[in-house]
């Protein structure tokens, strides 16, 4: 008997496996599912995909299986687009199949299907329309985005100033900069960069973004509803996001207080107003839940991605000072030292706008994009993907192309220069993703990214603390993003 209870888990395990496998087969193949590396139950082919850098180990299965296959993440079925043939005849070609948000764990819990970056259908529409429409017409203020940029742009040089050229690491002044242009736009002011409950929400925001991309956000997002039910680091994450909803709500309530709808004076009054025209009908998409949810959506994004960008960038003109000073040259030729700097200089600069995208292009920020999914069974290529199925069109595959970018792993301007020196733009710059579901903020964030940029190599010369050659450039975290290494520089006033 003691040998029967071991001897029949071990049959049973096999069977299942077995089961496990036969289903796979008659899931896969022509007029079915992309093939892909048979998983185990319950587990899928966590053997084979590695939460510690998911876009490399799907880069090597895709070298066996092709540009379109299937991986599972657990027990769920995920299509996998790789290359840019395949992730550009899926989100533009076929942009309508694909539009919808795929499943993700720590979205889907977070934000409960409301919002504008993990919603679906009706609402999402409709608040997206919304919050573009918003943003584009600026109707809630005189100044342009443009001009709000600048403005903020001239706190941080101070803010740069007071280090007085000794070590500092830029992650919270960027993280400060960057979250007060959203600020201004939704919540109409911004805060001190000395203001301690908005430093504690740069905090809250820096530790979401690195605990997501961290092998345990990782393990999450493949075994959420084992994991909903245990202890650990990957619980932390929805407790920063409750501090930031809470920020939110506050806001929302003052802003409620003093709401006059004949003069809104930033995206959430504007929502507010919305809400006010549409509440005799009961199924509106404008609601408060959604308004703390498209806040918080608009929040969190407008700040992490453009700063975790401009920190990664300035990174990297530590790590290679020629590219720095061939930049300087261009400003100080085209913008000088007196002037800000502004949009319309982008074209003037080819140099500098190679860096920009080069900077956007190499670090791959998104390397799997955000999942998308099929809202009914849906033909491409000579498979059938069924309805519902998660798709991973993964961006650094088309932005790391090496016949579009020769020695892709390698930081190089060039890419988007022409011989004569002019700026080349290419169809496989797609950092913000593409088709209906690119992101929103992608027009403001090329923008301040440009702007910070630009402006600060305008004020000061980046020194590290270190021998260039050493610097770290490799991503420390990289799951659903790269979370680039932590440094220290040295801003030297030009």
């Known amino acids: 008997m003691d040998f029967l209870g071991p001897a029949t888990v071990v049959l049973l395990v096999c069977i299942a496996c077995l089961l496990s496998f036969t289903a796979w087969r ?5 007029g079915k599912m992309p093939p892909g590396p048979a998983p185990l139950p319950i587990l899928g082919n966590v053997l084979q995909v590695k939460p510690k850098n998911l876009a490399k180990t799907l880069q090597k299965l895709s070298e066996e299986y092709g540009p379109v296959f299937t991986v599972h993440l657990g027990s769920d079925p995920v299509v996998v687009l790789h290359g840019h043939d395949a992730v550009k005849e899926a989100l533009v070609d076929h942009a309508e199949e694909f539009a919808a948000r795929g499943h993700m764990p720590v979205g889907d819990r977070a934000n409960n299907g409301l919002g504008i970056v993990f919603s679906n259908n009706k609402e999402w529409l409709e608040v997206r329309r919304f919050a573009l429409s918003t943003l584009r017409n600026f109707g809630m203020g005189k100044r342009s985005i443009e001009e709000r940029i600048q403005e903020e742009t001239e706190y941080l040089m101070e803010e740069i100033n007071k280090t007085k050229g000794t070590p500092f690491d830029p992650t919270f002044m960027l993280s400060c900069a960057v979250s007060n242009v959203i600020c201004s736009i939704i919540f109409g002011k911004r805060y001190d960069y000395e203001d301690k409950k908005f430093l504690a929400l740069m905090s809250n925001m820096n530790n979401t973004f690195e605990m997501m991309n961290s092998p345990w956000g990782q393990l999450y997002q493949m075994f959420p509803k084992i994991l909903d039910y245990l202890p650990g680091p990957h619980n932390k994450i929805f407790t920063e996001f409750d501090a930031l909803k809470a920020f939110v709500s506050e806001e929302v309530k003052m802003h409620q207080a003093s709401l006059d709808p004949s003069s809104p004076q930033d995206f959430i009054d504007c929502f507010l107003r919305k809400m006010q025209e549409e509440k005799e009908h009961p199924n509106s998409s404008f609601h408060m839940k959604n308004l703390i949810t498209s806040t ?3 929040f969190i994004t407008g700040t992490e991605t453009i700063s975790t960008t401009v920190r990664y960038g300035l990174l990297l003109l530590l790590k290679y000072p020629k590219m720095q000073e061939k930049v300087q040259e261009e400003i100080d030729q085209v913008v000088g030292r ?3 700097p502004c949009v319309a200089h982008q074209t003037q600069m080819p140099y500098t706008d190679a860096v920009v995208h080069e900077i956007q292009r190499f670090i791959s920020l998104v390397p799997l994009g955000l999942p998308h999914t099929v809202t009914k069974d ?10 519902g199925t998660t798709v991973f069109p993964i961006l650094s595959s088309v932005l790391h192309d090496s016949k579009e970018f020769p020695n892709p ?4 301007p060039g890419h988007f220069l022409n011989d004569n020196g002019t700026f080349r733009k290419s169809e496989f710059f797609m950092p913000f993703s593409a088709g209906k579901r690119i ?3 992608e027009g403001l964030a090329r923008m301040e990214i440009f702007l910070l940029i630009t402006t600060i190599l305008q004020n000061f010369t980046l020194k590290p603390v270190v021998d260039p050659q050493e610097l770290n450039i490799t991503p420390i975290l990289s799951g659903t993003s790269n979370v680039p290494p ?6 030297l006033p030009r």
């Open 338 to 340: 007196s002037r800000r």
């Open 378 to 387: 849906t033909s491409f290529r000579e498979y059938v993907i069924p309805k």
């Open 439 to 441: 992101c929103p903020g």
């Open 486 to 491: 932590a440094y220290q520089l040295c801003a």
């Open 26 to 30: 008659g899931r896969s193949g022509k």
């Open 296 to 298: 918080f959506d608009l």
């Open 409 to 412: 792993n390698e930081f190089n």
